[in-house]
């Protein structure tokens, strides 16, 4: 599963192998698929699930592509050592859907952390002073908000330390603020290395399984189609 190094968790993970590509990568990159004892497979995206479990490191688009042409079914087979499984013609979906509600929870547990800050003001302050360690913007955020948080970011040396900011978001400001818990969060900006780093590994994980035309760190507010509330409701 393809995606930037520096936005990823912590070295030496353990490993597991992809079933389609047999490629060992870090077990928190890739996608855990549990197995049911009633012999369905459903996601498992924070590895927690009992029983048996299988590995995933491909994109939404070559995950359905492999599940049209039986090569998915079979991977799994082999993998769980029995056929009597059940996957649902929507697994793309449902797993997107759970790496989407993985990073708006990360997201709200570093809000009652006090690692995060809402309100364009409060952004921008931190922005200017250097605190701000990621900077978020919702996907229905103005254009001109964000420039003026991207100017005080650069003023206050994010760039020149490194540090990733400027993502808009593929979720809308009701999301964001349901996720969080406060009114009209368009602009967040995290507030220790930590949380930065666990947030970023949340968000690389959606956009690798998006695929290589995901549009969550482009720095303006058309990137892609917001993700609502609606969306992520939990699938039977």
């Known amino acids: 599963m393809g995606t930037n190094e520096h936005l990823l968790g912590e070295k030496h993970a353990p490993e597991r192998t992809c079933v389609l590509t047999r490629e060992a990568g870090p077990r928190d990159r890739l996608v855990r698929l549990a197995l049911g004892p009633d012999g369905r497979v459903l996601p498992d995206v924070r590895a927690k699930a009992p029983g048996r479990g299988a590995y995933v490191g491909v994109s939404r688009p070559e995950l359905e592509a492999a599940q049209a042409k039986g090569k998915l079914k ?127 590994h949340a968000l690389a994980r959606y956009q690798a399984f998006l695929g290589k035309h995901a549009k969550v760190d482009r720095h303006d507010a058309g990137g892609t189609e917001p993700v609502t509330t609606e969306d992520l409701r939990t699938k039977d």
């Open 74 to 200: 079979g991977a799994l087979a082999r993998a769980f050592k029995t056929g009597q499984i059940d996957l649902p013609d929507d697994l793309g979906e449902r797993i997107e859907t759970a790496l989407a509600r993985a990073v708006l929870d990360r997201l709200g547990l570093e809000a009652r952390g006090g690692m995060l800050l809402s309100g364009a003001e409060k952004v921008d302050v931190a922005c200017r002073k250097g605190e701000a360690m990621l900077l978020l913007h919702a996907a229905d955020a103005s254009p001109d908000g964000i420039a003026k948080l991207a100017q005080g970011w650069r003023m206050g040396g994010g760039a020149a330390r490194g540090r990733n900011g400027g993502l808009v978001l593929p979720f809308d400001r009701t999301t964001l603020s349901t996720a969080l818990g406060r009114g009209n969060a368009v602009h967040i900006a995290l507030v220790d290395a930590g949380a930065a780093r666990r947030v970023s």
